[in-house]
């Protein structure tokens, strides 16, 4: 999403390289470039305004550290202000539980916002922090609402409830079931409308009236920029918001709405969807996305997520290869299948620091056919092949061939990469660590 954004910001601050000192018409080049890119990206222009003039302020005769160079002391600067800009890194990330239960979490925004979809998303974070999460469908005016959540919370196992009647009674009847169920957090997915109107409003104002809300969230669409800003401060005003959730940041929109509406509602974005998996909803924390932003990537949250759907087992047995310097094609698939587990090849680049320059090699459409045709490949193969790939002689490659629907050329592909790879990992194995290469088991005792 912020791909344009990240381009642009790191193509000004570049000019600034060589410099000896931060001269003010230097600094003033470089901001010229960082508004320009923020304005295209529809971040409110009073955002921009007072962004650009912290930065400059700071910036302009900074005595630069010993450890920076001039451009570097404006990067840290930048990202120093984005990082002010999309909220207070201080704060915890994720969830806040009621002291006691139950957490009761109201879910507010315009229609097609995302809403439903983000209930059981809420809700299965809340069951990996430990809690007993429960939806109740509070949405009884869009067709086939109730019936969309009902439908999603059983694909996840998460408990349901709606009924009949004024949606405070609704709710009302619904926190209490929870509770009698042993369900400590319930989440209310409201009725949305094409537009902000009284009385959206004031349904909600009677809902919190009815039922002790712990925390209003708004969910809002990434992809309506410069309007989610209006939203977000509509809604605020006429019934409160304690924080905001961004979806569909995996999309196509250009990133304004994210960096502009801590600003103007000064509530905090809480979470932000990148995906339509369940489990694509992260918590937004602003030093990482400062940093994505930036092209520095987000190595942590890959950290977050490989922990978080990486089999300890299959790692296990993946790192006892490395140490024999052995690679068969069943740690290839397994390899392969755990990375897609992560998303797709272009978000996982993309937290990686430069990746941004990455992403046109090694992500991208061509690049998930080229995964899809060497995970076809390797399905073709007997159990006996790939556990040992010498012997798959030229009879097997053309049956390997056929069975994948590829040439045989492709499966000669497949066969050098694996070969390549058991080369390095016998290098780095301690094989030949005198020849500039690290000894891997000497690096994986200090663990």
Do not use: W
């Not at 410069?226 to 990133?255: C, H, M, P, S, W």
């Amino acid at each position: 999403m912020f791909e344009s954004l990240t381009d642009r910001i790191s193509a000004a601050l570049k000019k600034l390289s060589g410099r000896g000192v931060l001269r003010p018409e230097d600094v003033e080049v470089a901001l010229r470039e960082v508004r320009l890119a923020l304005l295209e990206a529809d971040v409110n222009f009073r955002v921009v305004k007072d962004f650009s003039e912290r930065v400059k302020e700071r910036a302009v005769g900074a005595e630069v550290m010993s450890s920076l160079s001039p451009a570097q002391q404006v990067v840290k600067i930048v990202d120093e202000e984005l990082v002010a800009l999309l909220g207070d890194a201080g704060v915890p990330a994720g969830l806040r539980y009621s002291p006691q239960p139950p957490t009761v979490i109201l879910l507010a925004g315009l229609q097609g916002s995302g809403k439903t979809t983000t209930a059981v998303k809420l809700a299965l974070l809340a069951r990996r922090d430990g809690h007993r999460p429960a939806v109740v469908a509070l949405d009884l005016r869009r067709p086939a609402a109730v019936e969309q959540l009902r439908l999603l919370a059983e694909r996840e196992k998460v408990s349901f409830l709606s009924g009949e009647g004024p949606v405070e009674e609704i709710a009302k009847r619904s926190v209490a079931e929870a509770q009698r169920a042993g369900c400590d957090v319930v989440i209310l997915d409201t009725a949305g409308r094409l537009q902000v109107d009284p009385e959206l409003m004031g349904e909600l104002v009677r809902l919190k009236q009815a039922v002790l809300v712990t925390e209003t969230l708004l969910v809002a669409d990434a992809m309506t920029g410069q309007e989610a800003v209006n939203v977000g401060a509509a809604f605020d005003q006429a019934i409160g918001i304690d924080g905001v959730i961004l979806t569909k940041l995996d999309g196509d929109a250009r990133g304004g709405a994210a960096l502009s509406l801590r600003a103007a509602t000064g509530r905090p974005v809480r979470f932000a969807g990148v995906g339509e998996k369940p489990t694509d909803l992260e918590p937004f924390r602003p030093d990482r996305m400062a940093s994505r932003i930036l092209g520095m990537g987000d190595v942590l949250t890959l950290i977050e997520k490989a922990q978080a759907t990486i089999d300890g087992e299959t790692a296990a047995k993946l790192e006892k290869n490395v140490r024999a310097g052995r690679v068969t094609f069943d740690d290839l698939l397994l390899q392969m299948r755990q990375l897609k587990s992560l998303g797709s090849l272009e978000s996982v680049v993309s937290m990686l620091p430069g990746g941004a320059g990455l992403k046109d090699q090694v992500a991208g459409p061509q690049a998930e056919r080229e995964v899809r045709r060497m995970e076809a490949i390797i399905s073709s193969m007997t159990r006996a092949e790939r556990a040992h790939p010498e012997r798959i002689d030229g009879s097997r490659r053309r049956r390997i061939a056929r069975g994948s629907g590829t040439q045989v050329a492709d499966v000669n592909r497949v066969l050098k990469s694996r070969e390549q790879m058991e080369q390095l990992m016998k290098q780095l194995s301690g094989g030949r660590p005198g020849r500039g290469a690290p000894d891997i088991n000497r690096l994986m005792r200090r663990r």
